[in-house]
């Protein structure tokens, strides 16, 4: 069982950065692949970055890609999100997620553990 708790959302002024983090409890962090969805008022939940459990091969949505980072910091069981050049748009819940098994990154559904997600508004 892996729980994950996210932070670091808040408010942001277009143009602006956050960096979200998610940290899993459970001593095997390093064998899950993780991943950061957002979903905003309305809309479906939509894929936003994924990160092998080595941190080497990173995948992100093409409305992020250049933006946002994501990273992972086995050693402390976190992931990371750096979001830059913020957007309205870019307002939602921003969840993590953890799976054991090699996931198609994008679908949810890929997915076994889920956080409780931070909101992230971005003001223009």
């Known amino acids: 069982q892996v729980q994950l708790v996210e932070s670091g959302g808040g408010l942001a002024q277009a143009g602006g950065s956050l960096r979200l983090s998610c940290a899993a409890s459970g001593p095997t962090f390093s064998e899950y692949a993780m991943a950061w969805f957002r979903q905003a008022p309305g809309k479906e939940r939509e894929f936003v970055a994924a990160?092998?459990?080595?941190?080497?091969?990173?995948f992100y949505a093409n409305s992020v890609k250049g933006r946002f980072t994501a990273s992972r910091d086995n050693a402390k069981s976190t992931v990371y999100l750096q979001m830059n050049s913020l957007k309205a748009e870019d307002t939602a819940v921003y969840s993590c997620?953890?799976?054991?098994?090699?996931?198609?990154?994008?679908?949810?559904?890929?997915?076994?553990?889920w956080g409780q997600g931070t909101q992230v508004t971005v003001s223009s």
């Open positions: 990160i092998s459990w080595s941190g080497e091969n990173i």
């Open positions: 997620a953890a799976s054991r098994a090699p996931p198609q990154p994008t679908i949810p559904r890929s997915y076994d553990y």
